[in-house]
């Protein structure tokens, strides 16, 4: 069922094919700014900021600061989000829906009624952030130049 969520997470990414950052980097840069060491106030672990609670619901590896561990624990959680709230209103979560859903979780977005003009403002600025990475057309990096002979 894990992979399933997750490969439906990525599906979605894709049809929303946006030219900017990874659903994933874009919540690591605005949750920690890409940190790996960062523990929140409310004792969020990793670059994604997950609660302890969540992580403990996908592994029982405390290597908080791996970044693979935590971008596979956040990929999986990510798909169950997104798949949540496709579930429970009949539509595919928009990139501010999706950061709604990080931060505030399902049972804070279903209380609003998944509606965006009633989140609160300290999320609703974030969420924008959010939207503006995924967005930006970020610069490509240039292929590396041939490399010539050793016997030049």
Not at 6 to 12: E, P, Q
Not at 74 to 85: C, Q, S
Not at 108 to 137: C, H, M, Q, S, T
Request: aromatic share 10%; glycine share 6%; no cysteine.
């Amino acid at each position: 069922m894990k992979h399933i969520i997750a490969l439906l997470a990525v599906s979605v990414s894709v049809l929303r094919g946006h030219a900017g950052m990874s659903d994933l980097d874009a919540i690591s840069m605005i949750e920690s700014g890409g940190n790996d060491r960062v523990v929140g106030s409310a004792g969020e672990v990793s670059r994604y900021q997950i609660m302890p609670n969540v992580w403990r619901a996908y592994t029982a590896s405390r290597e908080y600061q791996n970044a693979w561990v935590s971008r596979e624990i956040a990929r999986e959680h990510l798909g169950y989000l997104l798949a949540t709230f496709q579930h429970e209103t009949g539509r595919v979560a928009q990139d501010f829906d999706l950061y709604v859903l990080w931060n505030a979780g399902v049972p804070y977005y279903r209380r609003i009624g998944f509606r965006p003009d009633r989140v609160a403002i300290r999320i609703r600025n974030r969420a924008e952030r959010f939207v503006n990475l995924k967005r930006v057309d970020l610069p490509r990096r240039r292929a590396d130049p041939p490399r010539l002979a050793a016997n030049w």
